[in-house]
């Protein structure tokens, strides 16, 4: 696998990040199609849903005049399960914050396709066909969490040792907000303000993450 790399750095309102959607779908090798095959058949033997359809997938991305424009094709959404290539497939993650600070971390169902049973920040999820990823990350905290963002934006492009590419925002609720969890998680936390008093279960991959954000948004 390739070590993780940052794409693109912002941040730009969620407004100053585009989407241009090409018509013609992602075709891959035949091997990558064979292993998609093989994991949805492998979501269906565990009880987990096993519905495919379309994504998003980059092709390239562009900086400029204070704007981020991403360059889409639709491609098949469960090459994102294959082992060690996603294929460049998109998914956006919403980190969340309280008006005081804290973060909202939610743990991940065991039934679900990806990272299950692991604590995550935020909300997060494929992007749809058609979609912005900037709308993508408003949808995704709306149906996880039921909750609206006072203020958003984006704050990196950035690709994965296995070639999933993600658009990261950043959220901030507003004060008195109250979220309701999903089924796609079993268990959710505010964790503190500050990173350094975080519990145990925030691991070292979501530590670096917010130390990031926060230093670049301080």
């Known amino acids: 696998m390739q070590q993780p790399a940052i794409l693109a750095r912002g941040h730009w309102p969620a407004e100053r990040v585009r989407a241009r959607w ?8 035949e091997d ?5 095959d093989a994991a949805i058949a492998a979501l269906r033997d ?7 359809g379309l ?3 980059l092709v390239g991305h562009t900086e400029r005049d204070g704007e981020l424009l991403l360059d889409l094709q639709p491609v098949r959404w469960a090459l994102r399960l294959v082992d060690g290539d996603a294929s460049h497939s998109v998914a956006a993650l919403t980190v969340t914050r309280a008006a005081d600070g804290r973060w909202l971390a939610g743990r991940r169902a065991a039934w679900l396709s990806s990272w299950p049973g ?19 990350l408003t949808r995704e905290l709306d149906e996880e969490w039921a909750v609206q963002p006072e203020r958003m934006t984006v704050e990196a492009l950035v690709r994965l040792p296995h070639q999933l ?5 950043l959220a901030w609720l507003p ?7 999903d089924d796609e998680h079993d268990d959710y936390a505010w964790w503190p303000a500050e990173v350094a008093d975080w519990p145990a279960e925030a691991d070292e ?8 954000l926060v230093a670049h948004t301080a």
Not at 22 to 29: F, G, I, M, V
Not at 46 to 52: I, K, L
Not at 121 to 133: R, T
């Open 22 to 29: 090409r018509a013609e779908h992602y075709d891959p090798p």
């Open 32 to 36: 990558k199609v064979e292993a998609a």
């Open 46 to 52: 565990r009880g987990s849903p096993s519905h495919d």
């Open 55 to 57: 994504s998003a997938r």
């Open 118 to 136: 692991r604590w995550a920040l935020g909300a997060g999820g494929a992007v749809d066909v058609g979609e912005s990823p900037t709308e993508t």
């Open 165 to 169: 590419v993600m658009v990261v925002g």
């Open 175 to 181: 004060d008195g907000a109250e979220i309701e969890m």
């Open 205 to 212: 991959p979501l530590r670096r993450m917010a130390t990031l």
